[in-house]
C-alpha cells in the first residue's frame, strides 16, 4: 500500500480549512493530519506531526506564513510548504519562494485545484498558480523587486518609526535609513510617506500588528 500524502492545513479561517479538508479528503492519496490557525501553532504542529506538505496561508494572526515557513525550514529542511494567498504581488510569491515554500497559488482562483498543487509539492516540484508564471511586476518597481533589507525597513515605516528610530533598532546609520527609505519610495513609484503605508498594507508587503 503507497503511504498517503499527509497535509497540515494552516488557516485563520475555520470554514477555509473545513472547506480545503473536505476538498483534500476527497482523494485517497491525502490524509489532512491537522489544522492551525495562526503561526505560532503552525510551527509548532509542523514540526511535532512532520506533514509531507503543509497548506500554509500567507496572511495570518501572530507570525505570518512568510515567517512560519522560515522558521519550519530551519527546524524542518525537508519540510513542503504550499503557500496560499489573496495577494498576486511579486514581492510576497518571492519572498515566500526564498523563505523555502516550495509553491504559491491564489486562494481565490476560479479554478484553484488545491490536490494538485499538494501532489506537485509532495513530489519536489515548485508549483506557481498558472497566473503567477509570469507576475505583473508593481507600479514602477525595479525588476528584482524590494530586497529583504528594504521590506524589513518597510515595516518598521509602517509602524510609524521615525528614520533615527529605525536605525537604532537596526543598528545603522541614520543616513543609511533614509537612503533605503527613498529607494523603497522610488522602487515602488510612491513619493509621499502617507501613500507607501497605504500601499504597504493594501499589497500585504508588511505584517500587521
Partial sequence: MVDKITVLLVDDHA??????????????AIAVVGEASDGNDA??????????VTVMDCALPGI?????????RAKHPEARIL?????????????????????????????????KAVKGVAE???????????????????????T????????????????????????????TVAVHRANIMDALGIHKTAELVVYAIRNGLVTLP
Fill in 15 to 28: 470554514l477555509v480549512r473545513k472547506g480545503f479538508r473536505r476538498m483534500l479528503e476527497d482523494d485517497p
Fill in 43 to 52: 510551527v509548532k504542529l509542523a514540526i511535532e506531526l512532520k506533514p509531507k
Fill in 64 to 72: 505570518s506564513g512568510i515567517e512560519a515557513t522560515r522558521q519550519i
Fill in 83 to 115: 503557500m496560499l494567498s489573496m495577494h498576486s504581488e511579486d514581492t510576497l510569491i518571492r519572498q515566500a519562494l526564498e523563505a523555502g515554500a516550495r509553491g504559491y497559488i491564489l486562494k481565490n482562483a476560479m479554478d484553484l485545484d488545491l490536490i
Fill in 124 to 146: 519536489g516540484k515548485t508549483v506557481l498558480d498558472p497566473q503567477l508564471v509570469k507576475p505583473e511586476a508593481l507600479k514602477g518597481e525595479r525588476n528584482t523587486g524590494l
Fill in 148 to 175: 529583504v533589507r528594504e521590506l524589513e525597513i518597510l515595516q518598521y515605516i509602517v509602524a510609524g518609526k521615525s528614520n533615527k528610530e529605525i536605525a537604532t533598532e537596526l543598528k545603522l546609520s541614520a543616513n
